[in-house]
Structure formats: C-alpha cells, structure tokens
C-alpha cells in the first residue's frame, strides 16, 4: 500500500491534492527537489528451463517470472535518498515481498548511513545486481541477502567498507530477536577507466546469532528450477560465522572473478567456491561501483536498432560446494558448471543462454539443464 502511494506521488509531485479533509496537499515538501528527483524502476526476468533429471520422478521442465519488480526511489531532501520496491514474482500463500526499503544519509562526515530493509555487505556476487549478473543464478556463498538493519559505508577509488548490524527478517519487513554484525572491506590496487581496468580484492565476515539452533545450506547447481533439490545439509549452530574471500580482475572486455565461502557452526563448517570468467566478443566490458564494490550496467557499443546487433559476451563458471560436514550429511558434495551466452541487445535489456551440469554425490545421476532469460530492467 505504501509503495502504491508513493507511485501515485510520483504523477503528482508539485500538484495540490485533497489530504481527505478539504485541505490541499503540497507534494513538493515531500519531494523538495521536484519531480526529476524521483524515479520509478523496476526489472523483469522471465526464465524457460529444460532440465534432464533422472533422479526425479517427473520433469521439473518449465518456465517462470524469475523476478517482476517495481519501485521508487529519489531524494527526499539533500543528502537524504529513500527506495522502495517490491518484488511481484514472490506471490504465494504470504504475498508479495518486499526487497529493499530504506532511507540513506550521504555525504556525511565519516561516508554514508543506510536504514531499513536492504543486503547485507557480504560477498561480490550477492552484491552485483541480478540485473548484471554472468550467469542467471548465483553461485552458493552462503551470503545472507536482505535483512532489516543499520549500515555505515564509505568508498574512494582504492577502497570500500561497509559495516552494519541486522536483525533477520521475512519478506513482510517483520524481524525477529537473531541478531548479526556483518562487514566488508573491498582494496582496489587497480583500478582504471572506470573499472575497465580493474584489481578487486576483499572478505566479509558476519557474525550471528542463531534462534534456531541450526544452519541448513543448500543448493540448486545454478538452475532455479530445481528448488535446491541438489544437495542439503544441516550443522549445529546455536552461532553461525560466515567468511567470504572475493577477488576480481577485468582489463577491457575479458573478467574473472571467484569466492571462497565458509560457514562454521558450533563444531562443524561447509564450504563453498567458484571461478567464473567471461570476454566480450564485441569489446565491451562490465561496468563497476566503487560505492558499492560491486559489477554494474554493460552498456553496448552498438545497441539493436538501425545497424546495431547489441553486445555478445560468452562465460564460464565452476562451483564446489561440500556441506558434507555433520552428522547425516555423508554425501552432500556438489561440482557445478556452467557456460553462457549473453546478448545485451540494450544496456537495459538482455537475453541469457546458460547450460549447466550438476554432479553431486547425494543423487545417483548427474543433472544437465539448459536456460535462457529474458530480461528487461529500467
């Protein structure tokens, strides 16, 4: 309801409106800066998979609106941003769910403060958009996504960090008593052009409180379709610790980068890593935030249109994953791989053709799966 509102605000920014007893209503001291502060995003994903399992009794062949998001977001005053969305795609029995709501104080002394709903500052590829992201699911580093909290942050050329404490919390902005303290520190000895030219080094560690008394890690081998039905293990873990090791490397339109990911419960630990690498064919390269230590927009040479064919990037990625450790856990080995074809027709739409193979030691048959996305964001 509230987003709903501030959508409507958006048309009427500087426009008087009735406030429900008579008296006009002037958007402009909501929205001081006028409506050109104001902006409504969104993104769209729609995903068609073929998956060759023999380990289940039926096809989970099909397809899904991976993502169907909307939002806004804009400045509230000077240095006080604010965004809202929300993520359409989650419907089921407990309805749509909120991705980031939070307000922003930038440029203060120290860097900036973050409130509300957002991620949580752990791991690269958590913290590369799903809008820029290689491969069409990320690889399993056990990172805690979005949670309600506080965050300070503070960026230059060379240097990211970001520290925050979280409470987790479900999909309706509702938290509950676990507590974590989770930080980032990303060092750039390179980095050039706008990140064309890029040396990316950093870790995470959240420390957390665990209510449940359990830690239970999963994973779908990169295909959302499967619903994590690859490999699962639970530890003890009445705390949890999760470290995260990151690197990265670009220089024009070839990239690598790889995690190494470590999840340690009160007397057992999983473990998790990739590599991934990719090279534009047409030259491009990946765009890249210092503010955020994270890959941003591609933005093609040539976009579609007139005699535009888009860009066309080919990757690669390998991922192990063992959550093996802990009792009942005796074959819960995973080694995934994939490869992709992207073509970024716009900078603002894409189409993505991933295969990937799963071997995991818990089923009897490997997995190969096909996928392609169709992708649109704004």
């Not at 009794?57 to 169907?68: K, L, M, T, V, W």
């Not at 795609?89 to 991705?99: I, L, M, P, R, V």
């Not at 507590?179 to 980095?191: L, N, S």
């Not at 009792?327 to 073509?343: D, K, R, S």
Request: proline residues 3%; hydrophobic residues 40%.
């Amino acid at each position: 309801m509230l987003l709903t509102t501030l959508l409507l605000m958006q048309g009427q920014v500087l426009a008087p409106a009735e406030n429900g007893e008579g008296s006009p209503v002037d958007w402009s001291k909501l929205f001081p800066a006028g409506p050109e502060s104001v902006t409504i995003m969104g993104r769209f994903q729609q995903d068609f998979a073929w998956i060759d399992d023999d380990n289940a009794p039926f096809s989970p062949d099909g397809s899904e609106a991976r993502r169907a998001r909307i939002g806004i977001g804009g400045d509230l005053a000077e240095d006080l941003k604010f965004k809202m969305e929300v993520d359409f795609a989650s419907f089921n029995a407990g309805g749509t769910a909120f991705t980031d709501a939070y307000l922003q104080f930038t440029n203060l002394a120290f860097g900036s403060v973050k409130i509300g709903h957002f991620k949580e500052p752990f791991g690269l590829n958590e913290l590369t958009s799903s809008r820029f992201v290689t491969i069409v699911e990320r690889a399993d580093t056990f990172a805690p996504a979005r949670n309600t909290g506080i965050m300070a942050a503070d960026s230059t050329d060379q240097m990211t960090w970001q520290v925050g404490a979280f409470w987790e919390t479900d999909k309706h902005l509702d938290s509950g008593n676990s507590a974590a303290y989770t930080g980032r520190f990303v060092f750039r000895p390179m980095m050039e052009d706008k990140g064309k030219s890029l040396i990316h080094l950093g870790g995470a560690i959240s420390i957390r409180e665990n209510e449940a008394g359990a830690f239970t890690a999963d994973s779908s081998g990169g295909v959302h379709l499967l619903n994590k039905d690859q490999i699962m293990g639970t530890i003890a873990a009445d705390d949890l610790t999760l470290v995260n090791l990151e690197a990265a490397w670009q220089e024009g339109p070839v990239h690598a980068q790889a995690e190494f990911s470590f999840a340690d419960g009160d007397d057992d630990s999983f473990t998790s890593f990739y590599v991934q690498g990719g090279y534009f064919l047409t030259g491009e390269s990946r765009g890249y935030k210092a503010s955020s230590a994270a890959f941003s927009r591609v933005t093609p040479n040539t976009p579609w249109g007139g005699s535009g064919n888009g860009a066309w990037e080919i990757a690669g990625r390998v991922q192990v994953s063992d959550f093996a450790d802990g009792p009942g856990n005796a074959g819960q080995e995973m080694t995934a791989i994939a490869v992709a074809l992207n073509w970024y027709l716009t900078s603002h739409t894409r189409i993505m053709f991933d295969v990937f193979s799963g071997d995991s030691d818990a089923l009897g048959e490997d997995v190969l799966a096909g996928v392609v996305r169709f992708g649109i964001d704004w």
